[in-house]
């Protein structure tokens, strides 16, 4: 049986937002994949628990947005009981042995990628595609890992076959900009005054 290629796009998706569907989306064509799974993160590490919407409710708001049959919303990392991205793609990796898998990141974790635990090694373990994001993506390629690893950074025209590569690969591609966070959609919602009409 031959293996899917998934593109894997990792996160708290708190809240999820159409970005995080325009990526997919963008993700599924360009990368030529057969699927796109949102992996919702128990707690990121770098991520503060305050304010953080439980498991439950960022499922819920990911399966509201992704809309969409080859976007799958996935609890995997808190069934497989991993709390890092290195540890999670090994998993994934000796789970699906015949998938092929690609990790998705937006320019400014590109930019916070050295910060994750056994980073390298992730770099090493399946081939990335970085996508443009506002304010982040020039920053983003003069930054720590595009500097270690810029000897395997392909053309964004060889993207469509980042999947049949072997790691170390990634590309960067100059997407069509979202403008779309979850930080500021949180920050409005504590800033909306309560309605307290009758």
Do not use: C
């Amino acid at each position: 049986m031959i293996g899917l290629r998934i593109g894997l796009l990792g996160g708290s998706f708190n809240p999820a937002h159409e970005g995080h569907r325009h990526i997919s989306l963008f993700a599924l064509q360009r990368l030529r994949l057969d699927a796109v799974w949102w992996l919702v993160s128990p707690q990121n590490p770098l991520k503060p628990v305050e304010g953080m919407a439980s498991l439950d409710e960022r499922i819920a708001s990911a399966e509201s947005v992704a809309r969409h049959p080859r976007i799958e919303v996935s609890d995997i990392e808190s069934r497989m009981g991993t709390r890092y991205t290195a540890d999670t793609l090994q998993a994934l990796r000796r789970r699906f042995a015949k998938h092929r898998f690609v990790w998705i990141m937006g320019a400014d974790n590109l930019i916070q990628l050295p910060r994750w635990r056994d980073w390298t090694a992730i770099v090493e373990m399946v081939p990335i595609a970085v996508f443009a994001r506002p304010g982040y993506s020039q920053r983003s390629l003069f930054g720590a890992a595009a500097h270690r690893f810029r000897r395997n950074r392909l053309p964004d025209h060889a993207a469509a076959g980042l999947a049949d590569r072997k790691a170390p690969a990634w590309v960067f591609l100059h997407t069509p900009l979202h403008p779309a966070s979850a930080t500021e959609i949180r920050a409005k919602r504590r800033h909306v005054p309560e309605d307290t009409s009758l």
